[in-house]
């Protein structure tokens, strides 16, 4: 099982999949040629891409789906409310509200809190190796905690740093919106679950999803670390994936 973020941020995000038998794009949110250069840069052919998976249908998170369908054709696994939120049609889909096991994909969905129509979290599991990818929710609910333990990696929304959200240009609605139930992830929550929900199968943790305007890498970095420490946990990989650039190819 390997992973890359190819682009993760407030202008666009789009992850990488691949099993032995799948290749999947995990959202769609840059443009479709920058990702079919993306993935050629790390030696996948975009026509080799079966399937896209939404975790939700704002335009960071679709902005070159359409595209990308026309030229490619991969199956959209979308949840009916998303697609209602989409604005084009998408003629080869796949509902996915609970689990699908794909070839030697095994996806499980839970739900996360955003302000749009659906969004999705997702657990990808091959052969006894799990990704779970959060990105876009203003918390986790405990009844998912037991789904997300001690998997291999984690793929993790950190959107901002609470002070410098504050202290910024956003005006106060949103400031308030990002803050909220339904709004994003800061440092410190994101640290927070990470450090309940990482055991001693987990690998790589790749932190997702940074505000350019409200967070700085290092900032995250050091909010997770500190965290982690606190609770006597450690983690070999910690990786930050950026807005224009890929992460590091990970194989599982």
């Known amino acids: 099982m390997k992973i890359c973020v190819l682009a993760s941020g407030s202008k666009g995000n789009c992850s ?3 099993t032995d038998g799948t290749k999947s794009l995990v959202d769609l949110g840059m443009s479709a040629s920058y990702v079919a250069k993306a993935l050629r840069d790390i030696g996948v052919d975009p026509s080799e891409i079966q399937r896209v998976f939404l975790t939700h249908a704002h335009s960071d998170h679709i902005a070159g789906l359409k595209v990308f369908l026309k030229k490619y054709h991969p199956t959209v ?3 009916e409310k998303m697609e209602s939120e989409i604005g084009f049609d998408i003629e080869d889909k796949v509902y996915i509200n609970e689990h699908e096991h794909i070839n030697d994909l095994d996806v499980e969905v839970f739900k996360t809190s955003h302000d749009a129509a659906d969004s999705n979290g997702y657990v990808f599991t091959s052969f006894s190796k799990s990704i779970v ?3 876009d929710t203003g918390y ?4 998912n905690f037991k789904k997300l333990t001690n998997k291999n990696i984690y793929v993790f929304e950190s959107n901002h740093d609470i002070r410098m959200l504050r202290e910024g240009r956003y005006p106060y609605y949103l400031q308030q919106r990002i803050l909220s139930d339904k709004g994003h992830l800061s440092n410190k929550d994101s640290a927070y679950y990470l450090s309940k929900l990482i055991g001693d199968n987990t690998e ?3 932190l997702i999803h940074l505000s350019e305007e409200n967070n700085k890498p290092e900032l995250a970095l050091k909010t997770l670390l500190d965290t982690l420490d606190d609770k006597n946990k450690r983690i ?3 990786e930050i994936a ?3 650039e890929s992460t590091e190819f990970v194989e599982l």
């Open 236 to 238: 070999p990989d910690i």
């Open 16 to 18: 990488y999949i691949e």
């Open 77 to 79: 696994y979308l949840t």
């Open 242 to 244: 950026m807005q224009r």
């Open 140 to 143: 986790i609910h405990v009844k």
């Open 204 to 206: 790589r943790i790749i």
């Open 133 to 135: 990818y959060v990105t």
